[in-house]
């Protein structure tokens, strides 16, 4: 006997808080636009790992995955209770204040989504030597080489762990917040392509 | 003695004429009609089902709901009155779920009488349990039973349940 269903009929956190405290592996699988499914191994009421396919995430992915399954509104689920095997490194995360977490960064997000950026805007570091405090500090040594270079969502590396949209999400919220000195980094407006016309100097009737 | 009057409902397809079917001592009153849209099935419940049963002696009369919402003005209809209502809900389809919450949250808020919540199909190997299902409902266990509409002493398991929840008391009936 399992749990099973579609995101469509039950959203990942209506099921997570069904869920509870139960001990098990939840597959979400036959997602739009995703080659392969994910897998969350949940004891007591905490997750031990996530898994993409056949790889185990590090803490950094799977919180970004997580998110993205949040928002998830397609996809089929199957919870099978048991004793989920042990896999790498345990995260221990509390299904509930997850949950939380999950749900105030989604409203922040659609808070701060009016405000993001042109795809062609480029987030690039002004200065490599900053102090910031956690969790920024996690987010800047991961995104330190990345914003190095300047990338734009166009060239934003696939598979980084990173997606585009929570990269700008938490520069556009700390630009928000006033920490833009304290993150060192810089925001290039995206540049307008200039029209032939223009650039060849000829004058519009 | 005066007939205690049951209400069973829940979404299209959950199983509530067969349930009413498996219990009743006579024939069926039905009011079964050809479907105007795909629900799954030919024939769909357009007014009400109707029952009867003795249990101990006691007289039962069921009326099922259609499980459609376009005949939801029926629903304030015949559970006016009622002792207690069956929500019945299949348990291999999960997307009726939230329909079914939806019946309930509808028909408890407007008549307060004792519920029990039935899953249906607990004969097929992929189904959700009854516990399952309260934890979806945010019920208590013994509040959520698991039937087979298509046999009678499951179908009469899962009214004692519903009985014991509206006389408080054990059923010390023989059935």
Known sequence: MAVFGNLRDMPLPDLVAMLGRRSGVLEVFGLPGKRSGYALALDGGKVLWVREGNRLLDPVEARFTLQELFRLQEGAFEFTPGVPPAEGMVLGWPLERLLLTLTTVEDEFQAYRPLLPDPKTRFQAAALEVWLEEPLWSFWERARPLLQGGPRRKSWPTGSGFPWTRCATTCTSCAWRARWPRCGLTRKPARTRRSKASSAGSSPP | ?175
């Open chain 2, 1 to 175: 003695m005066k007939p205690l009057k049951l209400v069973v409902s829940g979404p299209v397809g959950a199983g509530k004429t067969t349930f009413i079917g498996s219990l009743s001592e006579i024939p069926v009153v039905e009011t079964d009609e050809l479907v105007s849209e795909d629900i799954g099935k030919e024939r769909t419940t357009v007014a009400l089902d109707f029952g009867l049963l003795t249990l101990d002696g006691v007289p039962i009369h069921l009326f099922g709901t259609p499980g459609q919402e376009r005949f939801d003005f029926v629903w304030d209809i015949l559970v006016e009155g009622a002792l207690g209502l069956v929500l019945l809900v299949a348990g291999d389809s999960p997307k009726d779920f939230p329909k079914a919450r939806h019946i309930l949250e509808y028909l408890t808020s407007r008549h307060p009488v004792p519920f029990v919540v039935g899953v249906t199909r607990q004969d097929l190997p992929r189904v959700w349990t009854p516990e399952d299902v309260a934890d979806y409902f945010g019920l208590p266990h013994e509040q959520v039973v698991g039937l087979n509409a298509t046999s009678p002493t499951s179908s009469t398991l899962a009214l004692i349940r519903m009985l014991e929840l509206v006389t408080g008391e054990k059923w010390q009936g023989v059935y």
